[in-house]
């Protein structure tokens, strides 16, 4: 640590309060950041290709892909609705079990890009593989935040300075859920 | 090695233990980058490739592998002791270091990092001013002479735009002045998220090595913008362009986060809007263009990317090139206002202390800024008007020349504060002064290009090469210049020689005008862009201008030997010489202290020079100074 850690500052003197909502006002920044690329690629799809789909893809996969990622966002959320109470080992089973099903569906969205049956020539297909790269990407990004979240609980446990950042790993999942179910119906249905 | 305060074990005893560091954090970060890449690349190599190895490099395996030499590089110089360890819960061993060494590796002090911002903001000027100097060269004969094939012309232009616009216009006054300036102004000890900006700084110059050494995996020829379908036939240097643009504009992306975040969340008691200092107003404005834009270019030189390496057919004559275009200049108009309104609010920040006036117009000043923003994006197909119709073309065309209205409002500000002032001439004033006058010609040439019917004339000369060197070099490197005479006494505890500064600022003012006022003619003329070869009638005047280039190169390296040696040998001075209400001046600059010991509390206007009201209490060692 450097020495302006022990300095006083706003932080530790006068207004506890204020790192709280400057991680809040952070975060959201930084999800809106990371939304830009979605927006892009959302665009590009329509651009590229209309809202034709192809015939070849694998529509049971995506589904079920779907439905994993829906139930870890199920689960995340019902995690973030509970970090308040500090529980420990009941927060532990939360992250594994986001984590577990975040890497099915991480795992499947890969699946989906190795063994696809579109023509990655051809304007749907190139889209299709581009945006199930994509979105695979920000699973594992998310499963790598999911990951030290879990990992600071443990460890650590939570405390008025990282409850909020603990608890934004599981707000970043389910940032990357919406986004995934967002392109699922881009991608597979419209 | 290193000298610190041993965590853990010794703690509370104050006995300092020296702490031996394996070895120098940017000679791990080399290695943990290298072996990293080695690692990768083998691994792609291995899955992809039907004869793994051989060519060892291929373009799906120096991608993956430079990525991971990315990460292995910010994790070298610091980041996984400092920055990944605690944010997996493990106990950290990393002790900052003391004395030089602090600039050398990962920090999370905003002093530090600023400068770090700083020195190599100011590296890649100077690699890619080296890039100018060559094309000026070859450019004062009508045919080739220095390089001998046009593609190394074409990639040096390239390397130079690049490393110019994505490590210097974007970086100098936000990463580097940002970074320094903004806690301490807002009366802060700490920006926001001081580990993320920690890191962020080392993207910069992986950044810049990446696209200056680019030709090592072949040359390419599209210039900063890396059009389409060109890219695509592109030999493999055209890789390095987009991952170090990647990095630098990761860099910046972060910085645009912890800014914000700062500005917003960290001002000390009092510091409402409406006496938030202008350049603040500036970081706040560029950085939400930065939050916006930033992430947007990065998609899509990723979908750059991918055609090359998959390959797709995205922006291949079957697919869409247009499409590339259009989001290339969605974010690169709005870059352009990420250069300069930075330098905008530098000339508002200076001006009423230069003056002894109150700033005029505050509130215009302000609006101007938001407005520009705002309509910064509105305006991105002036950069097409070739492939566009009529129709199209006009609220292009009208949008363009309305943007001109809120960047007056800064000409309104800065004129109505030195108007009938007690103007004080020194090298910092003046070069704002400069500053607004070529800022104005690049503005109205500008104006200029907007209309559709000079633009089809012009479009593709150098008559925009001349517009656009006249907004960013004339208005913010010559703003740049005057922040770093201003605020040397604050970054050094020392002060310059006027005399040089100020012949220092004539020099390059009339080189730039010699300089660039001729690209507008030789425009004019019929002097194409990207060309190393040009009709002979075009030659005399070319010549004539290298001439004048090497001078401002020149002129430019004088400035950079005075700054450095008046922050090593130049006379000490006062905290606060030119006696300037803002709050960093009233802050310490001590790397080893925070900014305050107590933090301050606003009271006032700071840029209200007409009275002598207090505008700030601080709670001192001997009772409360206020200043
Ligand atoms: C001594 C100073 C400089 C000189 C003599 C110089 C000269 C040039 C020349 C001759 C070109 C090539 C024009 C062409 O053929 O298209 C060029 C392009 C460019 N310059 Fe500079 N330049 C200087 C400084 C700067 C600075 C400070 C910046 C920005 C911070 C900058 C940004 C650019 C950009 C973006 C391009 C376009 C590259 C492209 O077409 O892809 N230049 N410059
Ligand atoms: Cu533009």
């Given at each position: ?28 920044l930084?999800?809106a ?32 892909i ?26 532990n ?78 707000k ?19 | ?28 970060g ?142 100098a ?37 990446t696209v ?66 202008m ?13 916006i834009?930033?992430p ?32 290339f ?101 003046l ?23 000079i ?78 070869v ?69 009271v ?16 001192g ?7």
């Open positions: 640590m450097s020495e302006m850690q022990n300095a006083p500052t706003l932080q530790n003197n006068d207004l506890p309060d204020l790192k709280l909502r400057a991680s809040r006002g952070g975060f959201t930084l999800v950041s990371q939304a830009v690329p979605i927006i892009v690629l959302i665009n590009l799809r329509y651009v590229m290709a209309a809202s034709y789909v192809s015939s070849h893809v694998d529509q049971l996969t995506g589904a079920l779907s439905l994993v990622m829906i139930a870890s966002g199920l689960v995340a959320w019902l995690a973030l609705m509970n970090v308040k109470q500090r529980n420990r080992s009941q927060l089973r939360y992250f594994w079990i986001t984590m577990v099903l975040g890497a099915i569906a991480a795992v499947m969205a890969l699946y989906q890009l190795w063994f696809h049956g579109v023509n990655s020539v051809g304007h749907y297909g190139e889209t299709y593989l581009t945006i199930t790269g994509v979105l695979a990407g920000y699973m594992v990004i998310g499963l790598v935040a999911l990951y030290s979240g879990k990992s600071r609980n443990w460890r650590v446990g939570l405390n008025d300075d990282n409850e909020f950042s603990v608890g934004s790993t599981f970043y999942w389910i940032f990357i859920v919406l986004a995934w179910l967002i392109m699922y119906l881009d991608l597979y249905l419209f | 090695m290193s000298i610190g305060t041993e965590p853990g074990i010794g703690y509370g005893t104050e006995k300092p233990l020296v702490l031996k560091k394996s070895m120098p954090p940017i000679m791990k080399i290695i943990w980058g290298g072996v990293g890449f080695l690692l990768a690349n083998g691994i792609v190599s291995l899955l992809l490739d039907p004869q793994p190895g051989h060519p060892f490099i291929t373009e799906p395996s120096v991608t993956v592998g430079w990525v991971v030499l990315m990460i292995g590089w910010v994790l070298g110089v610091g980041a996984w002791e400092g920055a990944v360890k605690p944010a997996f819960g493990r106990t950290s061993n990393w002790v900052a270091a003391v004395g030089w060494r602090r600039f050398f590796e990962y920090s999370t002090d905003h002093k530090v990092i600023g400068i770090q911002y700083l020195v190599s903001s100011a590296g890649g000027f100077f690699i890619a001013g080296l890039a100018a100097m060559m094309m000026r060269l070859q450019l004062m004969s009508d045919r080739m002479w220095l390089f001998p094939y046009p593609g190394q012309y074409l990639t040096t232009v390239g390397i130079h735009g690049t490393i110019m616009m994505f490590s210097v216009g974007t970086v006054l936000v990463g580097g002045l940002g970074n320094y300036l903004i806690p301490m102004m807002i009366g802060s000890n700490s920006s926001a998220f001081p580990r993320m900006s920690g890191i962020s700084v080392w993207l910069v110059p992986l950044g810049i090595f200056a050494f680019s030709p090592l995996l072949g040359y390419w020829t599209t210039g900063w913008r890396g059009y389409e379908p060109l890219a695509q036939q592109d030999p493999s240097g055209i890789l390095f362009y987009y991952l170090g643009v990647f990095a630098l504009t990761l860099s910046s992306l972060l910085v645009a986060l912890n800014l914000t975040a700062t500005i917003v969340f960290k001002r000390a008691p009092g510091l409402t809007w409406k006496r938030l200092p350049f603040a107003w500036g970081i706040i404005t560029v950085s939400l263009l930065n939050i834009w930033l947007e270019i990065e998609i899509t030189f990723l979908l750059g990317i991918l055609s090359r390496i998959v390959p797709f057919p995205f922006f291949t004559a079957t697919g869409s090139p247009l499409t590339y275009l259009e989001l200049w969605l974010f690169g108009h709005p870059e352009v206002y990420i250069v300069v309104v930075p330098a905008l609010a530098l000339w508002q920040e200076i001006l009423p202390v230069m003056t002894r006036k109150s700033l005029f117009a505050r509130e215009f000043g302000v609006i101007g800024l938001i407005f520009v923003m705002m309509l910064s994006g509105l305006v991105w197909a002036h950069h097409m008007f070739t492939n566009m119709r009529n129709s199209e073309i006009l609220p292009f065309s009208f949008f363009t020349e309305m943007i001109s209205i809120p960047t007056a409002f800064s000409y309104l500000v800065a004129i109505g504060t030195i108007w009938r002032g007690k103007f004080r001439i020194n090298a910092p004033s070069l704002i002064l400069m500053s607004m006058f070529n800022f104005m010609i690049g503005g109205m040439t500008g104006v200029f290009l907007a209309d559709p019917v633009n089809l004339q012009v479009h593709d000369t150098f008559f925009v090469v001349g517009h656009f060197h006249y907004t960013i070099i004339g208005g913010m490197v010559f703003s740049w210049i005057a922040a770093m005479y201003y605020w040397l006494p604050k970054f050094s505890g020392r002060m310059y020689n006027e005399k040089a500064g100020i012949i220092g600022a004539i020099w390059i003012f009339i080189a730039f005008n010699m300089t660039f006022g001729q690209f507008f003619l030789l425009g004019l003329h019929g002097m194409n862009r990207w060309v190393p040009y009709p002979s009638y075009l030659q005399p005047m070319n010549f004539e201008t290298s001439i004048f280039a090497f001078l401002l190169g020149l002129g430019f390296l004088f400035h950079l030997i005075h700054i450095w040696w008046a922050m090593k040998a130049g006379p000490k001075t006062e905290k606060n010489p030119w006696k300037s209400k803002t709050l960093e001046w009233m802050s310490s600059r001590n790397l080893a202290q925070p900014n305050f010991n107590e933090l301050p509390e606003v006032g206007n700071f840029y209200a020079y007409e009275n002598d009201e207090p505008v700030a209490v601080i709670p060692e001997g009772g409360v100074e206020i200043v």
